[in-house]
Structure formats: structure tokens, C-alpha cells
Nanobody, 121 residues
Framework: QVQLAESGGGLVQAGGSLRVSCAAS????????MGWYRQAPGKERELVAT?????????ADFVKGRFTISRENAKNTVTVYLQMNSLKPEDTAVYYC?????????????WGQGTQVTVSS
């Protein structure tokens, strides 16, 4: 089992910056990919960015050049950060942390509780 604890988010004006963090605990040795997804009202959840244990990152086209994902591995926790710059009103959404584990050939998805990011125009 993996537990995810998110922090950060909040209200910011357009053009501003925010950082959200997600700390994973529990069976962190089994974590392969961590990332961020978002869901705006009335829309489906969509991928924002991911980072693998091997250091590979992936970004949605709509955040390339503005958002940066980074991952920090410690003894008992793995933390993933999403630095969001040049924020736009359309970035307003609930941001969810995700961890994908692989153990004994079984893949599992874990989700955080979500953190609200609101960008005012």
C-alpha cells in the first residue's frame, strides 16, 4: 500500500506561480511512476505530468514550457513536485497526485485526495 499526501495549491493571479507537492509513504520501493493529473469542473481528469523512477518525465502539451515536475527520493518517502509558472485561468482545476506501483507483475494505481488550484484573470 502507498499513501499519498498532497500540499500546496491555492489561489493565484494569472501569470503567477504555484508549487504543489505530493509525498508518498508506505511501499515506496514498488513505485514506478508518480505524476499529476487535473480535473476541471465538468471535464474529465487529464494527465499533466509524470516522472518515472528512472528519471524520465512526460508532459501534456498544454503545460510544456510552463510546468516542471521533479521527483525526490528519500529513505522512507518519495516526493514529487509540480512547479507551475505562467499560470492561466484555464489551469484552474483540482490537481491529483498519482502513483503507479509495479510489484510481482501487478500494477496498481494510487491517488491523492486532490488539491485545488485556482487562477484568477
Amino acid at each position: 500500500q502507498v499513501q499519498l499526501a498532497e500540499s500546496g495549491g491555492g489561489l493565484v493571479q494569472a501569470g503567477g506561480s504555484l508549487r504543489v507537492s505530493c509525498a508518498a509513504s508506505g511501499s515506496i520501493f514498488s513505485i514506478n511512476t508518480m505524476g499529476w493529473y487535473r480535473q476541471a469542473p465538468g471535464k474529465e481528469r487529464e494527465l499533466v505530468a509524470t516522472a518515472t523512477s528512472g528519471g524520465r518525465t512526460n508532459y501534456a502539451d498544454f503545460v510544456k514550457g510552463r510546468f516542471t515536475i521533479s521527483r525526490e527520493n528519500a529513505k522512507n518517502t518519495v516526493t514529487v513536485y509540480l512547479q507551475m509558472n505562467s499560470l492561466k485561468p484555464e489551469d484552474t482545476a483540482v490537481y491529483y497526485c498519482n502513483a503507479v506501483t509495479l510489484r510481482w507483475g501487478t500494477i496498481k494505481d494510487y491517488w491523492g485526495q486532490g488539491t485545488q488550484v485556482t487562477v484568477s484573470s
